[in-house]
């Protein structure tokens, strides 16, 4: 009995110790189970910080995408700000530009000297008759009418119709300056050119009555010796 038990109990020890032991193949199925679980843990930490980053990525794009926005908004701004200055700016200049065109082709404004016998006289000798008349007739109008420069720039003011050919403005303003000044020293200078004016005219009848005046009126004056030749000419 006690070699059965003996013997039983070497059995058990036997199959226990059978039972205990693992195979080559479960050893290293075992040895790659773990291996990937291992590589399972290493890809959730890699997915966790990818997840990390990721977010972080996102948080800087909006914010780089923010500021670009609003860097693009001022510069849209400032653009807009430019484009006006830049217009006004243009506007200013192309007033500017008339004024200066204008500046440059207007002439320069003449100073206004106050008319005189002596200006008219200087024209007369120029031989510019239609400025001398405007500058006798500017003498007569601002000047005391009983002046001596009126009784003067009057007498020129015939004379210088009469230069200029105005026969009929000449032969008024002669009777005209008698008229006024009758005892006038000229008056006798006066009454030829009367009557050298309606010979321009073509009037001769009245041309021989004012030659017939000076010679009977003002015998001993030069201008009844040049009458006296005239009358001659129109025999």
Do not use: W
């Not at 002596?118 to 008759?129: G, N």
């Not at 009454?191 to 309606?198: G, N, V, W």
């Amino acid at each position: 009995m006690r070699k059965f038990l003996l013997g039983l109990l070497a059995s058990l020890v036997v199959l226990s110790a059978l039972g205990g032991c693992k195979t080559k193949r479960e050893i290293k199925r075992e040895q790659e189970y773990e291996r990937i679980k291992q590589e399972v843990r290493e890809a959730r930490g890699a997915r966790a910080d990818l997840d990390v980053m990721s977010e972080e990525f996102r948080t800087e794009l909006t914010r780089i995408s923010t500021g670009l926005e609003e860097q693009t908004q001022l510069q849209r701004v400032q653009n807009e700000d430019l484009r006006k200055e830049v217009q006004t700016l243009s506007t200013r200049v192309g007033v500017l530009e008339q004024q200066l065109a204008a500046a440059t082709a207007a002439p320069p404004p003449k100073i206004q000297k106050a008319a005189s016998i002596e200006s008219a006289t200087e024209l007369f000798d120029a031989e510019k008759y239609e400025e001398a008349i405007e500058e006798a007739k500017e003498v007569m109008r601002t000047k005391p009418k009983n002046s001596p420069e009126v009784r003067k720039a009057h007498q020129l003011l015939a004379e210088a119709y009469f230069a200029s050919r105005d026969y009929g403005a000449a032969a008024l303003e002669f009777s005209e300056f008698k008229k006024a000044y009758p005892k006038d020293p000229n008056a006798a200078t006066a009454t030829l050119r009367q009557a050298q004016s309606f010979r321009g005219l073509g009037k001769e009848k009245e041309a021989k009555l004012f030659f017939q005046e000076v010679v009977d009126r003002y015998p001993k004056s030069s201008a009844a010796t040049t009458a006296k030749k005239e009358l001659k000419k129109g025999k």
